[in-house]
Nanobody, 117 residues
Framework: QVQVVESGGGLVQPGGSLSVSCTLSGLNFNIYNIYWYRQAPGQQRELVAGIMTDATTKFGEAAKGRFTILRNNAEKWVTLQMNRLNTEDTGTYYC???????????WGQGTQVTVSS
């Protein structure tokens, strides 16, 4: 059974930092690209960051220069480190595991990040 589990969300003040993690099991982690998406209330889900099987990375515009993403193939997790957070970073953060070219792909249940003073 495949499990994609996010953790580490919470409340942080503007300007602060927070790290969220995604732990995967039940699949061959090494062959999956892993992405973080987020969704604010009333908004569409948007790309935050991704890390490919060869460790190359990509970032959404809002994350560039502020966020980093790392993967650990041995322990099957991906971490998103978020710095200089602002209120627009508030939302539910989802982990997505992508297997090219046609899947299967998997979503986690999400973890809430709230940036507020």
């Amino acid at each position: 059974q495949v499990q994609v589990v996010e953790s580490g969300g919470g409340l942080v003040q503007p300007g602060g930092s927070l790290s969220v993690s995604c732990t995967l099991s039940g699949l061959n982690f090494n062959i999956y690209n892993i992405y973080w998406y987020r969704q604010a209330p009333g908004q569409q889900r948007e790309l935050v960051a991704g890390i490919m099987t060869d460790a190359t990375t990509k970032f959404g515009e809002a994350a560039k220069g502020r966020f980093t993403i790392l993967r650990n193939n041995a322990e099957k997790w991906v971490t998103l480190q978020m710095n200089r957070l602002n209120t627009e970073d508030t939302g539910t953060y989802y982990c997505w595991a992508e297997l090219l070219p046609i899947g299967p792909n998997y979503w986690g249940q999400g973890t809430q990040v709230t940036v507020s003073s």
